[in-house]
């Protein structure tokens, strides 16, 4: 069992609150990714699940037991850090069995734990060298399989990827998913990089300055926003976001007023809000489209083309557009983009998101 809820968690360092009650669950055996920019809380957040920091108010459980007094390692959780914190005078082996004979553990039980470790992170023929003779990712691969070998309850990663290189990275988070379909266990991470949290996670939780902007299934974050900070966040590249005004409410949608383009309708509710109302309209550059009725004119100011896909950014309007292929589109060249309304996002003057209209029921 691995489940971890947090209630009303706060953290202070002296007058400064950091960590304003955040409360959400982890599943056992989820995948949950903390992610947020850089100075969040995210690793706060995980240092004190894991008991190196304490929690100045709310309640941290795991498995329904409270757990702020219970020292970190009574926990039954394991935590692999950015650093990889080897020891550089120890064999791989021995970084991996270190903290079991610590414990007391019997030889032919580390042997076995080390040993299924090392072949499930393909270590096997790196056991005698020490760390400074490993690649980053063979280090990285080390932290791992020696909080595996613990057997924890939930592994806690602290940005575990972020001093590789690019296309390590992309093998590194492969091999993570891998993991965690073979060990079935509940693991948190923290990242600032979103790319990771779509392709790992179960669950994302969203964090800003201390608070939970949002927690669910990637593709619910990306879909369903809930505020503009989240859409913004979700996504890359990153959503266009437009200011504009509410021009007047059709059937209960909005229909907004873009500056110097014209009317854009909407299938967002337009709940109490009054024309001249003022609105944020989003769309992810997947979904604008290059077409000679589009209500957005501008002129190219950069093409980036990657063979199989192109990311076009217009100047003023601010606005990125990707299809799929290649394109002749040049500096300079005028488009036109439409902004298709049922990918359209609205968010009000507090960057709240406006709820889409409910789907109109099939025919039968």
Do not use: W
Request: charged share 20%.
């Amino acid at each position: 069992m691995g489940a971890l809820q947090l209630r009303d968690v706060c953290k202070q360092f002296g007058p400064t609150k950091v960590i304003h009650n955040v409360s959400f669950d982890v599943p056992d055996g989820s995948f949950t990714v903390f992610v947020g920019p850089s100075g969040c809380g995210k690793s706060t957040l995980l240092r004190m699940i894991c008991g190196l920091e304490t929690v100045s108010s709310g309640e941290v459980m795991i498995d329904g037991q409270v757990a702020n007094d219970i020292p970190a390692a009574r926990r039954g959780l394991a935590m692999v850090f950015q650093s990889y914190a080897l020891y550089p005078h120890m064999s791989v082996q021995q970084n991996m069995a270190f903290g079991l004979e610590n414990i007391g553990t019997p030889k032919a039980e580390i042997a076995a734990r080390v040993g299924e470790a090392a072949r499930m992170l393909r270590l096997e023929p790196y056991l005698s060298r020490k760390p400074t003779a490993l690649s980053g990712g063979q280090r990285q691969r080390v932290a791992i399989g020696r909080a595996i070998v613990r057997e924890p309850r939930i592994f806690l990663f602290d940005e575990p990827l972020s001093n590789l290189d690019a296309e390590l990275r992309v093998d590194m988070r492969a091999e993570l998913a891998a993991l965690h379909r073979r060990l079935r266990t509940t693991m948190v991470y923290v990242t600032h990089d979103q790319v990771e949290a779509m392709t790992l996670a179960d669950q994302i939780v969203v964090l800003r300055a201390g608070r939970v902007e949002q927690v669910g299934h990637p593709l619910e974050l990306y879909n369903r926003p809930a505020n503009r900070f989240v859409a913004g966040f979700i996504g890359s590249p990153r959503m266009n976001f437009l200011e504009a005004t509410l021009a007047e409410v059709q059937n209960g949608l909005v229909v907004a007023a873009l500056p110097g383009f014209g009317l854009v309708p909407t299938n967002r509710l337009a709940s109490s809000l009054q024309p001249g109302a003022k609105l944020t309209l989003g769309i992810r550059p997947e979904h604008a489209a290059l077409a000679e009725d589009g209500v957005v004119v501008g002129q190219v100011g950069l093409v980036e083309q990657l063979g199989g896909m192109s990311t076009i950014r217009l100047d003023q309007p601010d606005l990125t557009v990707q299809i799929a292929g290649q394109t002749g589109l040049s500096f300079g060249a005028t488009v036109r983009v439409a902004l298709p309304r049922h990918v359209l996002h609205v968010f009000d003057e507090a960057g709240l998101a406006l709820p889409a209209a409910p789907a109109a029921p099939l025919a039968t």
